[in-house]
Nanobody, 119 residues
Framework: QVQVEESGGGSVQPGGSLRLSCAAS????????MGWHRQAPGKQRELVAH??????NYADSVKGRFTISRDSAKNTVYLQMNSLKPEDTAVYYC??????????????WGQGTQVTVSS
């Protein structure tokens, strides 16, 4: 079984910063990629940032403000969020694209962590 667990959410004023962490654990051969999505009330879940063998990519709305990084030795991915705006308010979900011991590829999702940006 593979688990993904996020941490680091919270409340912050506009212009502030938060750092999210996500760790994957369990039985798998390899993590191919990890990323962050978010879902605001009444909206669809959207990609925020992604890091894999091909590099990193970001949603246009967060470019220049958010930075994704990965520690492969710890099976962990981070999302540094700077210059936060009220429209960044959402539940942030981490995902890990893994390959298990029988060769199957799976996407594992975390439970989500709330980020609230408000004055």
């Amino acid at each position: 079984q593979v688990q993904v667990e996020e941490s680091g959410g919270g409340s912050v004023q506009p212009g502030g910063s938060l750092r999210l962490s996500c760790a994957a654990s369990g039985n798998f051969i390899r993590i191919n990629a990890m990323g962050w999505h978010r879902q605001a009330p009444g909206k669809q879940r959207e990609l925020v940032a992604h890091v894999g063998s091909g590099g990193t990519n970001y949603a246009d709305s967060v470019k220049g403000r958010f930075t994704i990084s990965r520690d492969s030795a710890k099976n962990t991915v981070y999302l540094q969020m700077n210059s936060l705006k009220p429209e960044d308010t959402a539940v942030y979900y981490c995902n890990a694209d893994i390959r298990d011991y029988v060769g199957r590829y799976k996407v594992i999702w975390g439970q989500g962590t709330q980020v609230t940006v408000s004055s």
